[in-house]
């Protein structure tokens, strides 16, 4: 029983629209501008550099927030734990507030990891973070933080839970990030900084 409430609040709470709320109060429909996308990358580029910042920052709360009560405070098994930490990534990403529309899951995905690995976190997020400022693609840097966390994990023998955890947070992250690889590899893919 508290696994399930647990399950279904860490969704409604990852459903939070942050950048669709934000924009609003801007009166800006950011469904509707830059690349479409409920998250702080789309929340820079439209609504500047001070909301940006906070969506991507009260996305990463509404992830490290349900992930560590289930973890730290409830007490559940491992399995648990990871199952409501997805619930608030897949709320974020389809966001039953706004017909099922959200972001790409990466400001919540750094939320989880740092309850679950923040080690591997930190390490992973150094080598994205330089691959952000030499080539401005902020996609790419996400795509790579997702990929070298089970690689990490592996071959530092952490838990099989956190390895195929870490696999599918790489899966979901690739998954919503398709028409970005489709750019990236045409050259048309938008650098940060850049609307």
Excluded at 35 to 48: E, F, H, P, Q
Excluded at 96 to 121: N, R
Excluded at 147 to 171: C, D, G, K, T
Aim: aromatic share 10%.
């Amino acid at each position: 029983m508290i696994f399930a409430l647990a399950f279904v609040v860490a969704y409604l709470v990852g459903a939070f629209p942050t950048a669709y709320v934000v924009g609003r109060l801007r009166n800006i429909d950011i469904t509707k501008e830059g690349s479409g996308n409920v998250g702080g990358t789309n929340a820079l580029r439209v609504l500047g550099i001070g909301p940006g910042i906070t969506v991507a920052v009260t996305d990463f709360l509404k992830a490290i927030i349900p992930t560590y009560v289930a973890l730290h405070v409830l007490g559940l098994p491992l399995w648990q734990a990871l199952a409501v930490a997805a619930a608030a990534i897949v709320g974020h990403n389809w966001s039953v507030y706004i017909g099922f529309k959200g972001g790409k899951g990466i400001a919540c995905t750094i939320g989880v990891s740092a309850v679950l690995f923040p080690g591997v976190l930190l390490a992973s997020l150094v080598i994205a973070a330089f691959s952000v400022v030499v080539t401005r693609y902020v996609s790419l840097g996400s795509l790579l933080l997702t990929a070298l966390m089970p690689i990490i994990l592996f071959y530092n023998r952490h838990p099989q839970e956190y390895i195929w955890f870490a696999v599918f947070l790489m899966i979901f992250a690739t998954h919503r990030h398709r028409s970005n690889i489709e750019r990236l590899l045409n050259g048309t893919e938008r650098k940060i900084g850049k609307k």
